[in-house]
């Protein structure tokens, strides 16, 4: 066990555990999205590799993207080659609409500004810089049965949405 997550709290240790600073307890990191150099060296580790399944691959309409996940979430690590290696961002998932519209609230009331929103068709996200430059995403994710269309291929959009409508 991690000691910090452990110990007693003392001066200058980790608080207790809880909610108490008002994010809602059941956010939780729902993916990673990478550049990477090579896209196929990338495939073959994480799905080859790590064993993880491809979701959705955008090279099919030019794009070069893929995500992959573990059982049927929509992806846990998105892959591209936008950029130099390194972080996209990273996403945190709350758990429906209305958490996310108090996030989204409570960083406006700390001076914080959302760049923009999109409607990713199974999920709803705002996007944002941390003050060191990571990218980072907030989002929640839509009932399972609208991240398929009727053939079963997942529903992969990127819509700008007021962040209002959040």
Sequence with gaps: MNPLMTARRSAGTLPDMSS??????????????????DLDRALAFYHDGLGFNLTGDGR?????????????????VGLNTFKPAGLYHVAFNYPDRRELAKAVARLKAHGYEVDHATDHGGTVAVYLDDPDGNGIELSFD???????DADGRPVLKAER???ESI
């Design 142 to 148: 839509r009932p399972r049965e609208t991240w398929y």
């Design 20 to 37: 108490q600073n008002g994010i809602h307890p059941a956010v939780r990191v729902g993916h990673v999205h990478l550049h990477v150099s």
């Design 161 to 163: 949405i007021d962040v």
């Design 60 to 76: 099919s309409v030019g794009l070069p993207m893929a995500f992959l996940a573990a059982g049927d979430y929509h992806h846990h």
